[in-house]
């Protein structure tokens, strides 16, 4: 009984030190072969964010060969969605633990029922959601160039992979956007031009004016 105790005061000392931080938050979607994790790297660069990837997090939680990895290394292995409150408690621990208190997560709502846990444990509503647009066409192009080699890169896999992307996190996108809270980047340009529309929303309003 005590633990369960302990894991609820611990829970709560995690979620009250996340409301004293008071971190800024974007989420980035997009899916496979947007070019996301490009983007992401550039903002870190330029703007002083760090980089939180839900699947980076879940990887070394495994790795790390804790009770907590095996659990999802094995939901993992019978082909299980690792449930939300697992993600959530890593991405709780990474900005906690990190000193910055902007962060961009990436990979993550991956779907409606992710979105409303994370807005609920952390208490955390995101400043803005970042998405990647890119159509279908372009993103099967980059990836079957890309994936040279590696055994998912067949067509009927990479279709597979949109088509979850697409029927779980269009519902996150859709609810965001009655929140006015989600931007659209047309991410079928080059890298560079996608950076530069990147840049426009990140840069103040201030700082627009004095370039």
């Known amino acids: ?42 903002i870190v660069e330029h703007f002083g964010y760090t980089h939180l990837s839900a699947g980076d997090l879940l990887r070394a939680e495994i790795k790390s060969g804790s009770e907590n990895g095996t659990m999802i290394q094995n939901m993992i292995k019978e082909g299980k969605i ?13 900005i906690s633990e990190n000193e910055n208190d902007k962060f961009l997560i990436d990979g993550f709502p991956r779907n409606e029922e992710n979105r409303a846990a ?17 159509p279908e066409e372009e993103m099967e192009k980059r990836l079957l160039g890309r994936n040279q080699g590696r055994e998912d890169d067949n067509i ?14 269009l519902p ?8 006015e809270k989600v931007r659209k980047i047309d991410a079928a340009k080059p890298v560079g031009e996608v950076f530069e529309a990147v840049k426009a929303l990140f840069t103040p309003v201030n700082d627009k004016a004095a370039t």
Do not use: H, W
């Open 172 to 179: 996150v996108i859709e609810y965001y956007n009655s929140k």
């Open 118 to 134: 994370f807005e609920s444990v952390t208490g955390i509503v995101p400043e803005f959601v970042l998405f990647f647009d890119c």
């Open 1 to 42: 009984m005590g633990t369960a105790v302990e894991a609820a005061n611990k829970q709560e000392a995690t979620g009250s030190a996340l409301t004293q931080k008071k971190p800024k938050v974007i989420f980035v979607l997009g899916g496979p072969g947007s070019g996301k994790g490009t983007q992401c790297a550039n």
């Open 156 to 169: 009927d896999t990479i279709r597979k992979r949109f088509r979850v992307y697409m029927e779980s996190s």
């Open 82 to 94: 690792v449930p939300s409150e697992v993600t959530i408690k890593l991405l709780e621990k990474a």
